[in-house]
């Protein structure tokens, strides 16, 4: 199963298991092993990703004043880790794309 595991991984995604693998190598640790290395590595990104789907989701319900809107993108924004994507970017192209108004999207 660990070679299966191994040989299936991207030269990326394996070389991140190699260097967290360090002073040994990936093939010196069993299936098990490597998987919790995997999910080490990589459990952060998926909850990230999925934080960051989400976000990207909301959208202006009908009781919500734009001020409410806005207070509510900005704690979901608090959970994406959007520094390398600019989180006032990522605030504003959400909250223009979230509003039940039409005309304010033009």
Same mark, same amino acid.
């Given at each position: 199963m660990r070679c299966c595991l191994l040989a299936s991984l991207t030269p990326n995604a394996f070389e991140e298991l190699r260097l967290s693998c360090l002073p040994t190598t990936p093939y010196d640790f069993t299936y098990e092993e490597c998987v919790a290395k995997m999910k080490e590595l990589y459990g952060r990104r998926v909850i *990230?990703?999925?934080e960051r789907a989400n976000f990207f989701r909301i959208t202006q319900s009908n009781h919500q004043t734009p001020k409410q809107f806005a207070n509510c *993108?900005?704690?979901a924004a608090g959970h994406c880790n959007f520094e390398s994507f600019n989180t006032e970017a990522a605030l504003v192209l959400q909250f223009i794309n979230g509003m039940k108004n039409e005309e304010i999207k033009l």
């Open positions: *990230l990703m999925r *993108l900005r704690e």
